[in-house]
C-alpha cells in the first residue's frame, strides 16, 4: 500500500454488546459475523483506560485538532449512567490539553431519561436517535422481541431531547431505508420532529446477501431516496440531510460528507468491548471476521490498526477502489459506494456499472473467500441518485457566470469589493486614524456617486488589493502604507463622480497616480510624501506643501501629467490604453514604460486593424471579447513580449499586447489572452473541477498527459481560435470528447464542456 498513513479522527468505542430490539436489518445481530456473541456485554473499566490512553497517543503523535469518539453499541445506554460516566471521565481526562473531544452517542432512544442527559450535557455528549419514519415504516423492522412497537417510546425520548435544557445536545435522526415504505410519509413524519439533522441509511448489503427490491427495480433505492429528495426541497431544505448534502458537495467540487460516498480516505476505528480493535463496523455483513485486525488496545497503538492492509485499501482514494469503478464518470461523487457494500464472494455473480458496460467479473485480488474489487451492490441506485440530483439542481447550482460574460464581469467587481473588506478585516485596527478616515470616506463616496464602482473594477485595482491583504496578514511592516494606498482609489473616484471633497493620496518615486486617470509627477524620482487631491472648477488640483498642480482635462497629457488614454478610434472597441498604472508590470512579459503620442497613435492603429482581422474571422468570439475587455496594456520588446501578455494577478478585464507586431500578428494574440483570462476569472467564482484526484489524461497538443486544468484551459483556448486553424478545432473536440467522462468535472464544468462543444462545432 502506498500513500502516507491516515490517522484516525473517528474512534467508535462499543460501551454495551447488547440490545433491547430486536430489528431483523441489524448488521451487529443478523447478518454474517456473530463474534458479538464471544464478547462481554459491558466494556471493562481497563479496556476504557487504555483506550483513552491510545487515542490520547495518537492524537499526540499526529498532532489532531480534535477527534470524535462515539458511544456504540448493541444499545449504549444499557451499559447505565455510571459506566458511561466513567467512559466520559476517562475520555476527557486523557484528551485535556492534547485535543478537542467531540463525544456522541448513537442510541434507539429506549431507555433515555434525564439522568442520561443530565450526564451527557455535563459532558457535551450529543445525541443521534434512530428511527426509520413513522409507526408504520418503524415498526416493518425496529420492533421488540416479543413484536411490540418500539416507536411510542422512541418518540418520547425525541421529546425529552427537544426540551429546552437538552436541545442542544440533539444531534439528530437515523433511518435505515426500506424501499417498501412510502418515501413522502417517511420523511414526512421525520421532519415533523424538527430534527437538526437526518442521515438516510442504506440497508448493508453485499452481492452474497443483495437489498430487497421491491417490483426487482435496479433503481428502487434512488427511486425512494429521489422522492425524499424531492419533498425536501420542495419544503425549502429545512434541516440537512448528510446524504443529499454529500452528493450535492460533490458535484460542486467540494468534499464527500459521508463514508459511503465519495473517495476521501477511512479516519475511523472500533473499539469492541472487550478492547479489541476492528475496522469500520458494517464490515461484518460481509462475513464472519471481516472487520478483524487482530489488534487490541492492550497490546497494539492505533497507528498499528491504520497501517492495517484493510484499512490500507479504504485510504487509498482512487487507486483503493475496483478497475470498474475508477473508469466510472460519476466515481468522485459515488467513490465505489460503502466499502462493505462492494464485497462479493468467489462465484457470485455481479452486475456491470451503470457506464462501463457488461457484467464484473471480479477484480485484482478475486479468490477465497471473495473480495471487494467490485462496484457496490447499490451501483445503479447510485448513479440514478446522482444523475437524478444533478438534473434537478443544475439550473441553482450552476452561476450565471457560466456562459453569461456579463454575469461574469458582475461576479469579479462583488469579489473585488470583498476584497477591500478583506483588506479592513486583515489590517484589524493597524491602520489607525489614517485608514479609518479612508475607510468612512469610501462609504461617503459611495452613497454620493458611482466613481467608486468604476475603479473598483479596474482590473489593476486587484493586484493592489492582493498585495495590500497579503501584506496585512503576515504583519509585515509595508502592510499600512500599502493599504493607505486605497486614497488614491478614492480620490480618482471622487473626480470620476464630479464629487467636491479632499482626498489626501500617497505618492512615491515623485509620481502620484490616479488609477483609470492618469499619473502626474509632483516631485523629483525617489521622492514620496503626500498630498490632497480635489476637484476643480475646470479639472483638479493637487497640494503637495506649498506647491499646487492643476490639471485642466484629465484626458490631455501635458509636461507633468500623463493621462489613461483610450483605443475607439478607428474601429477599435473602447478600451482604457493604460501605460501609466504602476501594477501593470504584473504580467508575463515586461510592460512598457510609457508610449509617446505618436508612438501611441501607431499602436491604436494597428490594434484597430487587428479587430477588425478579429471580427471578420471569428465574429462570435471577438464579440464576447469586446464585451468583457477593459484594458490594454503595451509590453515592450523581447521574445517574451512577442507572444501577449497576461497574468492570474489582475481582475478580468486586462490584457498585455506587444507594441510591436503587425494586425496579422496582434489578432490571434487579444483573443488567445482573453480566452486565457476568461477561464482564469470564472475559476475564480466557481469550481468547474475538483483538485483532490490523481487523474491525468492524453492531450492532443502535448506530448505528457495533463490534468483537468491544463485539459480544460487547453480546450478553451483553442475552442476560440478554432476560427483560425483548424488544427486548433480538432484539437478543441478530441480534449472535450476525453473530459466528457472527466470525474473531477462540477456541474458547471459539464455546462461550460457543453458551450465549448457548440461553440467548436460552429466554426
Same mark, same amino acid.
Given at each position: ?26 448488521? !451487529? ?13 459491558? !466494556? ?9 490512553? %491510545?487515542?490520547? /497517543? ?11 469518539? !462515539? ?79 418500539? &416507536? ?15 436541545? @442542544? ?19 414526512? $413524519? ?17 452481492? *452474497?446477501?443483495?437489498?430487497? %427490491? ?44 459521508? /463514508?459511503?460516498?465519495?473517495?476521501? #480516505? ?33 497490546? &497494539? ?6 497501517? &492495517? ?22 466515481? +468522485? ?7 462493505? @457494500? ?46 437524478? !440530483? ?42 489607525? *486614524? ?44 509595508? $502592510? ?49 510624501? /503626500? ?16 506647491? *499646487?498642480?492643476?490639471? *485642466? ?19 477599435? #472597441? ?14 508575463? $512579459? #515586461? ?48 521574445? +517574451? ?21 503587425? #494586425? ?25 473541477? $475538483? ?69 467548436? /462545432?460552429?466554426?
Amino acid at each position: 500500500m502506498t500513500g502516507p498513513l491516515v490517522p484516525f479522527r473517528e474512534i467508535v468505542v462499543k460501551v454495551h454488546s447488547r440490545c433491547d430490539l430486536a430489528c431483523d436489518h441489524c448488521y !451487529i445481530y443478523e447478518h454474517a459475523d456473530q463474534s458479538w456473541r464471544t464478547r462481554p456485554k459491558t !466494556i471493562s473499566d481497563e479496556a476504557i483506560s487504555r483506550t483513552a490512553r %491510545r487515542l490520547a /497517543e495518537h492524537a499526540t503523535a499526529h498532532d489532531l485538532p480534535s477527534v470524535s469518539v !462515539i458511544l456504540h453499541g448493541g444499545e449504549p445506554l444499557l451499559a447505565g449512567p455510571a459506566r458511561l460516566r466513567r467512559v466520559c471521565e476517562e475520555l476527557t481526562a486523557a484528551l485535556d490539553g492534547v485535543a478537542a473531544l467531540d463525544l456522541r452517542i448513537h442510541t434507539n432512544g429506549l431507555q433515555l431519561s434525564p439522568r442520561y442527559l443530565d450526564l451527557f450535557d455535563e459532558f457535551g455528549v450529543r445525541v443521534g436517535i434512530s428511527l426509520d419514519g413513522d409507526r408504520a415504516a418503524n415498526d416493518r423492522h425496529r420492533r421488540f422481541a416479543d413484536g411490540r412497537s418500539s &416507536h411510542p417510546l422512541v418518540l418520547k425520548a425525541v421529546e425529552l431531547l427537544h426540551q429546552e435544557r437538552y436541545r @442542544h445536545l440533539d444531534l439528530g435522526l437515523l433511518c435505515t431505508i426500506d424501499a417498501a415504505n412510502d418515501p413522502v410519509a417517511v420523511y414526512d $413524519a421525520l421532519a415533523a420532529l424538527d430534527p437538526p439533522r437526518i442521515d438516510f441509511l442504506l440497508p448493508h448489503a453485499t452481492w *452474497e446477501q443483495p437489498p430487497p %427490491r421491491p417490483d426487482a427495480s435496479p433503481t428502487a433505492y434512488a427511486d425512494w431516496l429521489l422522492a425524499v429528495f424531492d419533498r425536501w426541497d420542495a419544503d425549502g431544505r429545512p434541516m440537512p440531510v448528510r446524504l443529499f448534502d454529500s452528493v450535492l458537495s460533490t458535484l460542486t467540487g467540494g468534499p464527500s460528507l459521508t /463514508e459511503s460516498l465519495g473517495l476521501a #480516505p477511512t479516519d475511523l476505528v472500533v473499539v469492541e468491548t472487550d478492547g479489541t480493535l476492528e475496522q469500520v463496523d458494517s464490515l461484518k455483513s460481509a462475513y464472519e471476521g471481516a472487520a478483524a485486525t487482530g489488534f487490541d488496545v492492550f497490546a &497494539h497503538t492505533f497507528d498499528e490498526v491504520a497501517a &492495517h492492509p484493510g484499512v490500507r485499501s479504504r485510504q487509498l482514494g482512487l487507486a483503493g477502489i475496483g478497475a470498474e469503478c475508477r473508469r466510472c464518470p460519476l466515481v +468522485r461523487s459515488c467513490g465505489g459506494g460503502l466499502y462493505t @457494500h462492494r464485497y462479493r464472494p468467489e462465484g457470485v455473480a455481479g452486475a456491470g456499472g451503470p457506464d462501463t458496460g457488461g457484467p464484473d467479473t471480479g477484480g485484482p485480488g478475486s479468490g477465497g473467500r471473495g473480495d471487494f474489487d467490485h462496484p457496490s451492490v447499490y451501483c445503479h441506485d447510485l448513479a440514478a441518485l446522482i444523475r437524478g !440530483i444533478e438534473a434537478r439542481t443544475r439550473a441553482e447550482t450552476v452561476p450565471p457566470a457560466v456562459g453569461h460574460p456579463g454575469e461574469l464581469l458582475v461576479a469579479q467587481y462583488e469579489l473585488t469589493r470583498s476584497m477591500v473588506a478583506e483588506l479592513h478585516t486583515a489590517l484589524d485596527g493597524r491602520g489607525g *486614524e489614517a485608514w479609518q478616515e479612508a475607510w468612512e470616506l469610501a462609504a461617503r463616496i459611495e452613497a454620493a456617486c458611482d466613481g467608486l464602482d468604476t475603479v473598483l473594477a479596474h482590473p489593476y485595482t486587484r493586484t493592489w488589493l492582493a498585495e495590500a491583504i497579503t501584506a496585512a496578514r503576515a504583519g509585515r511592516p509595508d $502592510a499600512v502604507g500599502r493599504a493607505l494606498q486605497f486614497g488614491a482609489y478614492l480620490a480618482a473616484a471622487a473626480l470620476r463622480g464630479s464629487l467636491d471633497t479632499p482626498v489626501r493620496v500617497r505618492h512615491r518615486d515623485g509620481v502620484l497616480t490616479l488609477p483609470t486617470l492618469g499619473a502626474l509627477r509632483v516631485g523629483a524620482a525617489g521622492s514620496a510624501g /503626500e498630498a490632497e487631491v480635489r476637484l476643480a472648477e475646470k479639472g483638479f488640483v493637487v497640494r503637495t506643501g506649498s506647491a *499646487e498642480l492643476r490639471v *485642466e482635462r484629465a484626458d490631455e497629457a501635458t509636461g507633468e501629467w500623463r493621462p489613461v488614454r483610450r483605443l475607439g478610434r478607428d474601429g477599435a #472597441p473602447d478600451l482604457a490604453l493604460d501605460d501609466v498604472d504602476p501594477y501593470r508590470d504584473r504580467f508575463d $512579459a #515586461p510592460a512598457h514604460p510609457g508610449l509617446s503620442r505618436d508612438e501611441a497613435a501607431d499602436w491604436s492603429r494597428r490594434i484597430a486593424s487587428a479587430w477588425a482581422l478579429l471580427r471578420a474571422a471569428a465574429p462570435e468570439q471577438a464579440a464576447g471579447a469586446e464585451a468583457t475587455l477593459t484594458t490594454l496594456t503595451p509590453l515592450g520588446s523581447g521574445p +517574451r513580449a512577442a507572444s501577449g501578455g497576461w497574468s492570474d494577478t489582475y481582475g478580468y478585464g486586462a490584457l498585455g499586447i506587444p507594441v510591436r507586431g503587425e #494586425p496579422a500578428a496582434l489578432a490571434p494574440l487579444l483573443l488567445r489572452g482573453h480566452r486565457r483570462a476568461a477561464l482564469r476569472a470564472l475559476t475564480e467564482v466557481t469550481d468547474l473541477y $475538483a483538485l483532490d484526484g490523481g487523474w491525468l489524461r492524453a492531450a492532443p497538443w502535448s506530448p505528457e498527459p495533463l490534468p483537468v486544468s491544463a485539459l480544460l484551459a487547453g480546450a478553451h483556448e483553442r475552442a476560440g481560435l478554432a476560427a483560425y486553424d483548424r488544427n486548433h478545432r480538432d484539437h478543441a473536440l478530441r480534449a472535450l470528447d476525453t473530459l466528457r467522462d472527466a470525474p473531477e468535472l462540477t456541474v458547471a464544468g459539464k455546462t461550460l464542456l457543453d458551450s465549448l462543444y457548440r461553440e467548436a /462545432e460552429r466554426v
